[in-house]
């Protein structure tokens, strides 16, 4: 009868025991697990050290252009920038542009259109410029406008923008072609950077706003200097030119370093171009497909 009593007053510590036990096998067994899980999950990517939207100023009709264009950049990404490429046009003015390019927003949600009547040099970029403050969703660091006719390469283009000024900056390809001084005196149109304060005076300042009509590229070089911004100006000489042959001093041979390439109006070009910078290089073996 004592050992009978003897055995139940044990019971508590062994049931004790029993729970610390299962309480450290378990935590035993998760760590392990967490510790094998750290091992087969891949690092999270660092943040993007900054961003940039990429305005593409095309026409409406251009159907064909940015399909293409939209293979050339979903293509592409930087590790240290946040990179946004959007087409830019005015008010639809045909119906099958409004079931066409509705398809297209609700595709690709990569398109804005401006309140403005289509045009080259009677205030588009104003336009687009000016309304971004007011129907982006959040601000970029920067801001590029961009022809249609261009090749960015992204991660270069953020290479280059990576040590540059977040405030206060034009950057592009400076006009004269033969000048290397930024200062003197604008942009080409084929696609110039601005920072976000500039994007945000060109909505608020006098200054475009009445000097609006004009070629686009030679009018926000004029702004800034009338404003007295853009202390901060890059020209990415030779990095950004005219494809070879296209336009005199404006153009040289493609080089590996290249940023941008301009004038690329026919499909022989754009071919050269890509092939000379494998753009295809990424493309895995498949038996889904027979390339000789």
Known sequence: MRGKWHVLGALPFLTLFFL??????????????????????????????????IGILTRADNYDRRHFLRLIYGIQSSPIAKIDVKFIFCNLTKEEQRVLIALEILRFHDIIILNCTENMNSGKTYTYFSSLP??????????????????????QLASSLRPLPRADLYYGFVIPCASKNPFVEYMSGMGFILSWDLVEWIGESDIPANNREGPEDKLVGKWLTMGNKAKNRFSDKPAMYDYPGANGKCSHDLIPETVAVHRLKRWDRWLHVLRFFNVTKGLKPSKLYHID
């Open 20 to 53: 610390f036990f299962f309480f450290f096998f378990n935590l035993h067994i998760k760590t392990t697990l967490l510790s094998d899980n750290a091992v087969l999950i891949p690092p999270a990517n660092p943040p993007a050290e900054f961003s940039l939207l």
């Open 134 to 155: 007011r129907i982006l969703p959040h601000h970029y660091n920067y801001i590029m406008k961009a022809d249609d006719d261009v090749f960015i390469r992204l991660e």
